[in-house]
């Protein structure tokens, strides 16, 4: 344990539960230790999205289930292997968990998806949860904190605390996909969102086409 440095994975209550499962599978493809934050109101989110209970007393077989299920809905669209790689889970109420604290070995967070009430909270230091703690505690410890705002339109509250979490040293990534890449399927817009926020993390992955400079030219590979 004392040489593991998971990255911090937190989910909030905001619509885009596939993008959370799509990072977590690419962070666990690239051997990437996680910890893993799931809301209270994402778990609401999670179930209405997907029809996936996630419970902390059977957090391993739910976990498998949602990282298995595509976007499409389909619930074995992914390999995913009996047991889980390196995950562990903190529940959302936990203050005494691993992440609260600064002296917890992390690389980073990543929040995915922000909600408008997550960012509000971290970008105020309120820390009424866990999700809201390990993010106060990402930033005063210099480490990287990538969070990926799912909401539209987005109030002048909303861009004022953005803005605050910019200048502390947060990477605010809006959850938006592109087109370039050659999307011809609803999965592929996750994962270019879920790509996005690895690069800024800085892990590697293989999730979306990348830019070369060639107008056209995933069209004339014959990939859109």
Avoid: N
């Avoid at 998971?6 to 596939?18: E, F, N």
Wanted: glycine content about 10%; hydrophobic content about 45%; proline content about 5%.
């Amino acid at each position: 344990m004392s040489r593991r440095r998971p990255w911090v994975v937190g989910v909030s209550g905001a619509s885009g539960t596939p993008y959370a499962a799509s990072v977590l599978r690419a962070l666990l493809a690239a051997g990437e230790a996680v910890d893993l934050v799931v809301s209270r109101a994402s778990r609401l989110t999670l179930l209405d999205e997907t029809g996936i209970g996630f419970r902390d007393a059977h957090w391993r077989e739910d976990l498998r289930r949602w990282l298995a299920r595509g976007a499409d809905g389909r619930p074995d669209a992914f390999e995913v292997p009996a047991e889980v790689a390196d995950v562990a889970h903190w529940a959302a109420g936990d203050l005494a968990a691993g992440p609260s604290s600064g002296s917890y070995p992390t690389k980073g967070m990543l929040i995915v998806p922000a909600s408008t009430a997550c960012v509000a909270g971290v970008a105020l230091g309120l820390s009424k949860d866990l999700l809201q703690r390990a993010a106060s505690v990402t930033l005063k410890e210099r480490r990287k904190l990538v969070v990926a705002v799912r909401e539209t339109p987005l109030s002048g509250q909303t861009l004022k605390a953005l803005v605050s979490l910019d200048e502390a040293g947060a990477v605010v990534l809006p959850a938006s996909p592109a087109f370039y890449a050659g999307a011809t399927h609803i999965q592929d817009l996750v994962d270019f969102v879920a790509g996005r926020v690895l690069d800024a993390a800085g892990v590697p992955h293989k999730l979306y086409r990348r830019w070369e400079g060639e107008l056209g030219g995933d069209r004339d590979r014959g990939v859109a």
